[in-house]
T-cell receptor, first 113, second 112 residues
Framework: DGGITQSPKYLFRKEGQNVTLSCEQNLNHDAMYWYRQDPGQGLRLIYYSQIVNDFQKGDIAEGYSVSREKKESFPLTVTSAQKNPTAFYLC????????????FGQGTRLTVV | QQQVKQSPQSLIVQKGGISIINCAYENTAFDYFPWYQQFPGKGPALLIAIRPDVSEKKEGRFTISFNKSAKQFSLHIMDSQPGDSATYFCAARVDSWGKLQFGAGTQVVVTP
């Protein structure tokens, strides 16, 4: 069945390490997004991509990187430059158009140890 | 700077009561206003959405009221049930591709 798959569900990182979060969708959506969720702050946009091989910075892109080599995949790398990476990360995708609905994955909880 | 302001941060309502969550925005270019429901440890799921040319939309126990001139919109949950206990986010669409600005969220607890 169609949807968005994020993996892993939980991820632990040592300080100074880069880690990559996976996001795959089989909805044939053009646009994909990464959001960061912290308690009391809602969802903040990190990066988004509307077509393959193109992506744009969101509101809090510093310390993160992405790639979009395939329509189905939009991995997020949390680099050592991200000062406070512990958070819940959500991937979403959508079609363009008037009745656009963003579908979300189940999230990855990243903890720095 | 938060483009969509949501209140209250949390609310407790008795079973059968009405939950009301309010949101306000500044950017008149927003053209679509969805509400998302999120359970702990899960991703948000679309609950109901409205366009700015409509003043009210109802789906089951959930109703959105929209006031374009005041740049405000609200979610009403009628006959609240314990299963409605979740965090609710209002959002506003920035462009036709679906990029969203979210409010900070409201944690709703429905007591038996």
């Amino acid at each position: 069945d169609g949807g968005i798959t994020q993996s892993p569900k939980y991820l632990f990182r040592k300080e100074g390490q880069n880690v990559t979060l996976s996001c795959e969708q089989n909805l044939n959506h053009d646009a994909m997004y990464w959001y960061r969720q912290d308690p009391g702050q809602g969802l903040r946009l990190i990066y988004y991509s509307q077509i393959v091989n193109d992506f744009q910075k969101g509101d809090i892109a510093e310390g993160y990187s992405v790639s979009r080599e395939k329509k189905e995949s939009f991995p997020l790398t949390v680099t050592s430059a991200q000062k406070n990476p512990t958070a819940f990360y959500l991937c979403a995708s959508s079609l363009s158009g008037e009745d656009t609905e963003a579908f979300f994955g189940q999230g990855t909880r990243l903890t720095v140890v | 700077q938060q483009q969509v302001k949501q209140s209250p941060q949390s609310l407790i309502v008795q079973k059968g009561g009405i939950s009301i969550i309010n949101c306000a925005y500044e950017n008149t270019a927003f053209d679509y206003f969805p509400w998302y429901q999120q359970f702990p440890g899960k991703g948000p799921a679309l609950l109901i959405a409205i366009r700015p040319d409509v003043s009210e939309k109802k789906e089951g126990r959930f109703t959105i009221s929209f006031n374009k001139s005041a740049k405000q919109f609200s979610l009403h949950i009628m006959d609240s049930q314990p299963g409605d206990s979740a965090t609710y986010f209002c959002a506003a669409r920035v462009d036709s591709w679906g990029k969203l600005q979210f409010g900070a969220g409201t944690q709703v607890v429905v007591t038996p």
